[in-house]
């Protein structure tokens, strides 16, 4: 299974970015989704989750009410609607996946089954 994230980029402080994470070699709709985010040298901490088998979402509490997170099955994706950015918001930002019944991915340990390779976020302010 392999996971690739894309969609970063270079916002102003108050824009908007989507990021999207694609699955390859298994289905999303049955796995645990999560989007988490390192700044230069800090932790890799929680962003957002998306729970399996029910859709709960859960955000870090920086982000509730701007971020979104959401599934779309039809093309296996795992979105990350990001708006009112701020500078703080600038990370590399990591989608990880978890096929375990009930798991919800809030956090970085025990580690995700998977995790994808990062996307660059920069947010000027």
């Known amino acids: 299974v392999q996971l690739q994230a894309s969609g970063g980029g270079l916002v102003q402080a108050g824009g908007s970015l989507r990021l999207s994470c694609a699955a390859s070699?298994?289905?999303?709709?049955?796995?645990?989704v999560g989007w988490f985010r390192q700044a230069p040298g800090k932790e890799r901490e929680f962003v957002a989750a998306?729970?399996?088998?029910?859709?709960?979402?859960y955000y870090v509490d920086s982000v509730r009410g701007r971020f979104t997170i959401s599934r779309d099955n039809a093309k296996n994706t795992v979105d990350l609607q990001m708006n009112s950015l701020k500078p703080e918001d600038t990370a590399v930002y990591y989608c990880?996946?978890?096929?375990?019944?009930?798991?919800?991915?809030?956090?970085?340990?025990?580690?995700?089954?998977?995790w994808g390779q990062g996307t660059q976020v920069t947010v000027s302010s």
């Open positions: 998306i729970s399996w088998p029910y859709t709960y979402t």
């Open positions: 070699g298994r289905s999303f709709s049955t796995a645990a």
């Open positions: 990880a996946a978890d096929p375990l019944y009930g798991r919800v991915l809030t956090t970085t340990a025990p580690g995700p089954a998977y």
